[in-house]
């Protein structure tokens, strides 16, 4: 099984900061790896898929970038609806695994 | 727009089963394989497997291999989930979440909001 360990588990910025959220895994993924948003109480929302590419309706502030075993997702100006855990999933080989999350905290 | 509406919460007792539903609408149904992935209390999230919608083909995570099983209903959009023999650290929140890519379980694309199952004596 593929493990995806993300790092820091907590990062405490504010409001117009830049986040910057990574993902390592335990062999080469190529670039087949995902990241999700997920607020408190809501289920997650794919932001980004194939290491860089934006999902729909997904703003420009996101973006992704990585291939092989490091990965890196990139928030360029905290906005208030930002903080949230962001969670990192592959799909390069069986079982589909998940990162354990970063925690993106106000402040 | 792309919806998924799963059922609502259930409360099993230990070596119970419970079947989860999760109906589509917005898109057609068939084009788009439905994975399932659950979230313990507090916990992280975890994938338990994906069915093709259009011809029925499963792939399960090894580890609910023999207790878990998917199934579709094409004529109403809507799948199913049924996981058996149910302990206490089957208390989670299950998801249904659409495969982006056609007739793939690749990204998980958009979610049901969860349906809360809690396995208790």
């Known amino acids: 099984e593929i493990v995806l360990t993300q790092s820091p588990a907590t990062l405490s910025l504010s409001p117009g900061e830049r986040a910057t959220l990574s993902c390592r895994a335990s062999q080469s993924i190529s670039n087949y790896l995902g990241w999700y948003q997920q607020k408190p109480g809501q289920a997650p929302r794919l932001l980004i898929y194939d290491a860089s590419n934006r999902a729909t309706g997904i703003p420009p502030r996101f973006s992704g970038s990585g291939s092989g075993t490091d990965f890196t997702l990139t928030i360029s100006s905290l906005e208030p609806e930002d903080f949230a855990v962001y969670y990192c999933q592959q799909r390069s080989k069986w079982p589909l695994t998940f990162g354990g999350g970063t925690k993106v905290e106000m402040k | 727009q792309v919806k998924l509406e799963q059922s609502a919460a259930e409360v099993k007792k230990p070596g119970a089963s419970v079947k989860v539903s999760c109906k589509a609408s917005g898109y057609n149904f068939i084009d788009h394989g439905i994975n399932w992935l659950r979230q313990a209390p507090g916990q992280g999230l975890q994938w338990m497997g994906w069915?093709?919608?259009?011809?029925?083909?499963?792939k399960y995570a090894q580890m609910f291999q023999g207790r878990v099983t998917m199934a579709t209903d094409t004529s109403t959009s809507t799948a199913y989930m049924e996981l058996r023999s149910l302990r206490s650290d089957d208390t989670a929140i299950y998801y249904c979440?659409?495969?982006?890519?056609?007739?793939?379980?690749?990204?998980?694309?958009?979610w049901g909001q969860g349906t809360l199952v809690i396995v208790s004596s």
């Open positions: 069915i093709n919608s259009h011809n029925g083909y499963t």
């Open positions: 979440a659409r495969g982006r890519v056609n007739n793939s379980p690749w990204w998980f694309d958009p």
